[in-house]
Nanobody
Framework: HVQLVESGGGSVQAGGSLRLSCAAS????????MGWFRQSPGKEREGVAQ????????SYADSVKGRFTISQDNAKNTLYLQMNSLKPEDTGLYFC???????????????????WGQGTQVTVS
């Protein structure tokens, strides 16, 4: 049974930073494609960052490039999203996602992922 538990969300002023964590159980973080998505009210779920954790290959949404960094700690079996220079438009519910494929597809979509966390709220004012 795969379980993904996000933490680290909160309220922050524009220009601030947050680090989101996604603790995985029943799933090996170091072997597959994992990612972060976000969703705001009235909007579709948007891919923020994904990583082929075995190779280190990453991709980011244009809106977060240079500000967000996806990483993992294999010993803790945890995925992270470091978010710097936050903007009000970064506000949303952030989800951790995990796939059963060995590598991330270039077409970065929610349908590529098989397991989801419950989300953690990020509010930037």
């Amino acid at each position: 049974h795969v379980q993904l538990v996000e933490s680290g969300g909160g309220s922050v002023q524009a220009g601030g930073s947050l680090r989101l964590s996604c603790a995985a159980s029943g799933y090996t973080v170091s072997r597959y494609c994992m990612g972060w998505f976000r969703q705001s009210p009235g909007k579709e779920r948007e891919g923020v960052a994904q990583k082929t954790t075995s190779s280190g290959s990453t991709s980011y949404a244009d809106s977060v490039k240079g500000r967000f960094t996806i990483s993992q700690d294999n010993a803790k079996n945890t995925l992270y999203l470091q978010m710097n220079s936050l903007k009000p438009e970064d506000t949303g519910l952030y989800f951790c996602a995990a796939g059963d494929t060995w590598y991330c597809l270039s077409d970065f979509r929610a349908r590529n992922f098989d397991y989801w966390g419950q989300g953690t709220q990020v509010t930037v004012s």
